[in-house]
C-alpha cells in the first residue's frame, strides 16, 4: 500500500476527462545526493535519490501537486521531505565546502511560523512541510500529495516555490511535537542526504506523471477494498 498517497484523500479524485496538458504549469526537481567535507559517507552509501514533478493549473485556481519517486531510502520507514528556501549551489566543489545540499537554506517559511506537520493549518508549519516520505521494503516510496500553500504560476506570489531546493534528510520528521529548538525550527529530520532545485519545465510528459500515479493510486485503493471485503466475516458467520 503507497501510504503517501492514501494519506491524502483527495488525491484519487484529480483526473477529469478531457484534460489538456496545456492548462498546466510544470516543474520538475531531479534528486542529486549530497556531498562535501562533513557529510558522512555512510548517510549517502545507498546512493538515495528521487525524481519529482510539480503541477498546478496556469490560471492560478488550482491546488499545487507534487508527485514523484524517492529511492535507495532506508527501507519501511519514513523520511523528512521539505522544500527549502533558495536554491542548492550544485557548482560548488565538494571537497573543500561543508555540505553541499546545505548551501541552500533553512525550510522555506515565508510566514516565519514554527515547523509542524505536513497536515496542519498554515499557522502552525512551514510552506516547506511537505508529507514524508514513507518507504516500501525495497526502500522506494511513490510519492503524491496536494497542497494549498505553494505556487508555481506566479513569481510575485509569497508561496512561489520555483528556485527553492527540495531536500530528502536522513531521518523521520518528528512535525515540530518535541520540546527541543530542533524539533521546532526542523522536525530534527537529520542530515540532508539528498537535494534537488525547483525548475520550471515546458514538457507535457511530466504532467503525466501525475496521470500514471493516480491510476496506480486508484488500483491500489480497490485492491484495498477487495482484500478488505474478502476478510470480512459474512452475515452466517456471525451471531
Same mark, same amino acid.
Given at each position: 500500500? /503507497?501510504?503517501?498517497?492514501?494519506?491524502?484523500?483527495?488525491?484519487? &479524485?484529480?483526473?477529469?476527462?478531457?484534460?489538456?496538458?496545456?492548462?498546466?504549469?510544470? #516543474?520538475? @526537481? %531531479?534528486?542529486? +545526493?549530497?556531498?562535501?567535507?562533513?557529510?558522512?559517507?555512510?548517510?549517502?552509501?545507498?546512493?538515495?535519490?528521487? /525524481?519529482?514533478?510539480?503541477?498546478?493549473?496556469?490560471?492560478?485556481?488550482?491546488?499545487?501537486?507534487?508527485? !514523484?519517486?524517492?529511492?535507495?531510502?532506508?527501507? *519501511?520507514?519514513?523520511?523528512?521531505?521539505?522544500?527549502? $528556501?533558495?536554491?542548492?549551489? /550544485?557548482? #560548488?566543489?565538494?571537497?573543500?565546502? &561543508?555540505?553541499?545540499?546545505?548551501?541552500?537554506?533553512?525550510h522555506f517559511n515565508?510566514?516565519?511560523?514554527l515547523h509542524g506537520?505536513?497536515?496542519?493549518?498554515? $499557522?502552525?508549519?512551514?510552506?516547506?512541510?511537505?508529507?514524508?516520505?514513507?518507504?516500501?521494503?525495497?526502500?522506494?516510496?511513490?510519492?503524491?500529495?496536494?497542497?494549498?500553500?505553494?505556487? +508555481?504560476?506566479?513569481?510575485?506570489?509569497?508561496?512561489?516555490?520555483?528556485?527553492? #531546493?527540495?531536500?530528502?534528510?536522513?531521518?523521520?520528521?518528528?512535525?515540530?511535537?518535541?520540546?527541543?529548538? $530542533?524539533? =521546532?525550527?526542523? !522536525?530534527?529530520?537529520?542530515? =540532508?542526504? &539528498?537535494? @534537488?532545485?525547483?525548475?520550471?519545465?515546458?514538457?507535457?510528459?511530466?504532467? %503525466? +506523471?501525475?496521470?500514471?500515479?493516480?491510476?496506480?493510486?486508484?488500483?491500489?485503493?480497490?485492491?484495498? *477494498?477487495? *482484500?478488505?471485503? #474478502?476478510?470480512?466475516?459474512?452475515?452466517?458467520?456471525?451471531?
Amino acid at each position: 500500500m /503507497f501510504k503517501n498517497a492514501l494519506a491524502t484523500g483527495a488525491i484519487i &479524485a484529480t483526473v477529469q476527462a478531457g484534460k489538456n496538458d496545456d492548462d498546466y504549469e510544470i #516543474a520538475i @526537481c %531531479r534528486m542529486q +545526493i549530497n556531498s562535501g567535507t562533513t557529510v558522512n559517507p555512510a548517510d549517502t552509501a545507498n546512493n538515495p535519490g528521487g /525524481f519529482f514533478s510539480l503541477r498546478q493549473k496556469k490560471d492560478g485556481s488550482g491546488i499545487l501537486k507534487i508527485a !514523484g519517486v524517492g529511492f535507495n531510502l532506508s527501507p *519501511e520507514t519514513s523520511h523528512a521531505f521539505h522544500i527549502h $528556501a533558495g536554491p542548492v549551489d /550544485f557548482t #560548488a566543489d565538494p571537497a573543500t565546502t &561543508a555540505n553541499v545540499c546545505a548551501t541552500s537554506g533553512g525550510h522555506f517559511n515565508p510566514d516565519t511560523t514554527l515547523h509542524g506537520a505536513w497536515d496542519n493549518d498554515i $499557522a502552525d508549519k512551514h510552506v516547506g512541510d511537505l508529507m514524508q516520505l514513507w518507504t516500501d521494503s525495497l526502500g522506494k516510496s511513490v510519492y503524491a500529495y496536494e497542497t494549498m500553500y505553494g505556487n +508555481i504560476v506566479d513569481s510575485s506570489d509569497d508561496y512561489y516555490v520555483v528556485g527553492n #531546493a527540495m531536500t530528502i534528510h536522513k531521518l523521520v520528521d518528528d512535525e515540530g511535537l518535541v520540546d527541543s529548538d $530542533a524539533s =521546532r525550527k526542523g !522536525g530534527s529530520a537529520g542530515e =540532508r542526504i &539528498a537535494c @534537488c532545485n525547483i525548475e520550471l519545465s515546458n514538457s507535457k510528459r511530466y504532467n %503525466r +506523471i501525475w496521470e500514471d500515479l493516480e491510476e496506480l493510486i486508484e488500483d491500489e485503493l480497490e485492491e484495498s *477494498e477487495d *482484500e478488505s471485503t #474478502a476478510s470480512s466475516p459474512s452475515s452466517s458467520d456471525t451471531d
